[in-house]
């Protein structure tokens, strides 16, 4: 790795963007993967809107439907409506957007699943949070029917996501769609375990003080530490990061400092936040367990300023596989659960201690 360079500008926090009109229904189901980070399949996807408007698009949740064939649907169905409406409910919504994934529907004929929508309207309603919209459709790619439960009637195709303006800006800004849930979880997949079995070995010699040889892998200073932190953030943002070994060592046991892991916090909220995301996300794949902990909770922060729950969770998922009762992945699970904005985070973040003082 190289030494630090200037760093690119990061993306507007979420809370500070322009505002962006969905114009449609077609518009507004196109805009669902936007906000989940993936093309859903067989979901119950719940939107809520706020802001002054009392329609921006807010927090977004999925959970998976119940087979229809399924011969205690209807329970099925309370449960999952129940959840899913108790975790929209902490963005304390003005508002709120139903959409029904599932491609065992063909209209004009009765629309599936059209139980488990009118128990969605029912469960807000007995929350007095309005319903903006309750639609099915079939995907949420360009091309897929969609049509509304309600009274409407109202019925069409998804516009191709890129000519949409919501869409093409939330691309342009660097987030990615992935095909599935699936292929959003890849990005946190542990890379070939042979490696990672090398590498643990290196990691507890070097625990032990048993690594032989002066490779320059452990990292037990503060300031060393927060030099190769910057060093391969600045790799990332110029396209050349490449994990050997010894980086994978030495920056596992630059990030166990507390210090450390507080100075790659504020890099990841300030300038070059999305350069620091790829390399968190580069070492979640590369760092053997438990010690993969810590960039997977590294990630799941810098998820949250963006607005990506879907990643966030995820990441958090896998810093819990690697170290079961990881305190700072338990605190960042909390704020996802507790609906904390984006710009609170950012600005506790950067509120904290500078390098300088710490």
């Not at 099915?136 to 029917?145: F, I, L, N, S, Y």
């Not at 350069?275 to 968190?280: G, I, K, N, T, V």
């Not at 990630?299 to 810093?319: Q, T, Y």
């Amino acid at each position: 790795m190289t030494p630090p360079a200037d760093h690119p500008p990061a993306a507007p926090p979420v809370d500070q963007r322009p505002v962006l009109r969905v114009r449609d229904q077609g518009e507004l189901v196109a805009a669902v993967p936007a906000m989940l980070g993936f093309h859903p399949r067989e979901s119950l996807v719940l939107m809520a809107t706020g802001g002054l408007s009392g329609r921006r698009l807010g927090l977004t949740l999925r959970v998976d439907l119940p087979p229809p064939e399924h011969p205690q649907y209807a329970e099925h169905a309370e449960l999952v409506v129940a959840s899913a409406v108790c975790g929209l409910l902490l963005d304390e919504p003005t508002g709120a957007v139903a959409v029904v994934v599932s491609e065992s529907g063909d209209p004009p004929g009765p629309l599936p699943h059209s139980l488990l929508a009118g128990r969605v309207e029912s469960a807000l309603a007995a929350q007095q949070v309005p319903i903006r919209a309750v639609m099915w459709t079939e995907r949420t790619t360009g091309g897929a029917r969609w049509a509304c439960y309600q009274a409407c009637g109202c019925a069409g195709t998804v516009p191709d996501p890129a000519t949409t303006p919501f869409v093409a800006a939330v691309v342009a800004e660097g987030k990615v769609v992935h095909a599935d849930r699936a292929a959003l979880e890849a990005v946190v997949a542990p890379v070939d375990q042979d490696v990672l079995r090398r590498r643990e070995k290196r990691l507890i010699q070097s625990v032990d003080g048993q690594l032989e040889g002066d490779t320059g892998a452990v990292v037990l200073e503060p300031d060393a530490g927060v030099f190769l932190v910057d060093a391969a953030i600045a790799d990332s943002a110029a396209g050349r990061l490449a994990l050997s070994d010894d980086d994978v060592v030495a920056l596992a046991t630059a990030l166990g400092i507390a210090e450390v892991r507080g100075w790659a916090l504020q890099r990841t909220a300030g300038p070059g936040g999305a350069a620091a995301e790829h390399l968190w996300a580069a070492l979640v794949r590369e760092t053997p367990d438990p010690e993969a902990a810590e960039p997977a909770a590294l990630l799941a922060v810098s998820a949250l300023l963006r607005g990506d729950g879907a990643l966030a969770n995820i990441a958090l998922d896998r810093a819990e596989r690697a170290w079961p009762g990881h305190a700072f992945a338990g605190l960042v699970r909390r704020c996802a659960a507790a609906g904390v904005r984006p710009s609170q985070v950012r600005d506790t973040l950067l509120g904290g201690p500078t390098r300088d003082a710490r």
